[in-house]
């Protein structure tokens, strides 16, 4: 069983990870490049089916299964390790995916709304002291930005082009 964090609520889910040459009923976890040898055999057996993007996989070859996937799970292999948030960004950006994009790994709560801004939308929780953060309520809210994304609705910040600001950043003025 794994914690996930979805929707600012917690809930317990059972996904196996797959091993190479195994076959696995039920709800199967795939590493993209295991995934694309045998993507048929995969999507017609029985349980749920989804990919997992390592990084440095090209997260295009998943775009002709997209509609068949359970959802894409974007592994962060250390939290200094960036290319995580950019898959997310491709799979939402560029590809246009609208389905669950699942974080995995060793980020930190710091990164969990920078993840959410680039298109992550539900957590594997693997450290205790995320899941203890974010049961408490904590959310380390960034609202000043230096890579506009397309996800996310925000406005210049002075001059400089590349800088923005949440919109949830602009005081309101007294009446």
């Known amino acids: 069983m794994a914690t996930i964090f979805k929707n600012g609520e917690f809930a317990e889910e059972n996904w196996t990870r797959a091993e190479t040459g195994t076959e696995i009923a039920g709800d199967t976890l ?17 349980g749920r ?5 390592e990084a440095g996989d090209d997260v295009e070859q998943v775009v002709p299964y997209l509609d068949r996937l359970a959802l894409v799970a974007v592994d962060f292999p250390s939290f200094a390790d960036g290319r995580g948030f950019s898959a997310a960004r491709v799979l939402r ?8 994009i699942r974080a995995l790994g060793n980020y930190i709560l710091d990164q969990v709304p920078l993840a959410r801004r680039c298109g992550v939308t539900s957590f ?3 450290k205790p002291e995320v ?3 974010l049961k408490a309520g904590e959310w380390p809210e ?3 930005y230096l890579q ?5 609705d925000e406005i210049p910040e002075g001059t400089r082009p590349w800088a923005r600001r949440s919109h949830r950043d602009v005081a309101v003025a007294a009446e």
């Open 30 to 46: 795939v590493p993209l490049t295991q995934f694309v040898a045998e993507a048929e055999g995969w999507l017609k057996r029985d």
């Open 49 to 53: 089916t989804a990919v997992i993007v």
């Open 93 to 100: 950006e560029q590809i246009g995916y609208k389905g669950d």
């Open 124 to 126: 594997e929780i693997s």
């Open 131 to 133: 899941l203890k953060a």
């Open 142 to 144: 960034v609202t000043k």
């Open 148 to 152: 506009p994304v397309g996800t996310v």
